[in-house]
Nanobody, 124 residues
Framework: QVQLVESGGGSVQTGGSLRLSCVVS????????LGWYRQAPGQEREGVAA???????AYADSVKGRFTVSQDNAKNSVYLQMNSLKPEDTAMYYC??????????????????RGQGTQVTVSS
């Protein structure tokens, strides 16, 4: 069973920043692309960002220019730096294993694995 463990969520004001971290604590096939998605109450899941082993990344249009996804292969980790946060970014954020980086834009969202989630709340 693939285990993805997130950390780094919290509450910030509009314009603030947060950095989410995710550690893959078990073996995961290198064909999967790590990234993030989010889900707000009553909303469908929304892909946020993903990155592959070559550093190629993809983002949802709603976060481009504000969020940056990165990875540390040696630490089996993926990160999400979130800047210029807005109230509409409020959601549960999940670390996820995608089949390809461009899957962040697929609707419905398709992922292979996910973590337990970490809450991000942005107040105005």
């Amino acid at each position: 069973q693939v285990q993805l463990v997130e950390s780094g969520g919290g509450s910030v004001q509009t314009g603030g920043s947060l950095r989410l971290s995710c550690v893959v604590s078990t073996y995961i096939d290198s064909s999967y692309k790590l990234g993030w998605y989010r889900q707000a109450p009553g909303q469908e899941r929304e892909g946020v960002a993903a990155i592959d082993s070559d550093g190629r990344s993809a983002y949802a249009d709603s976060v481009k220019g504000r969020f940056t996804v990165s990875q540390d292969n040696a630490k089996n980790s993926v990160y999400l730096q979130m800047n210029s946060l807005k109230p509409e970014d409020t959601a549960m954020y999940y670390c996820a294993a995608y089949y390809n980086v461009f899957a962040v834009q697929y609707r419905p969202l398709v992922i292979a694995y996910r973590g337990q989630g970490t809450q991000v709340t942005v107040s105005s």
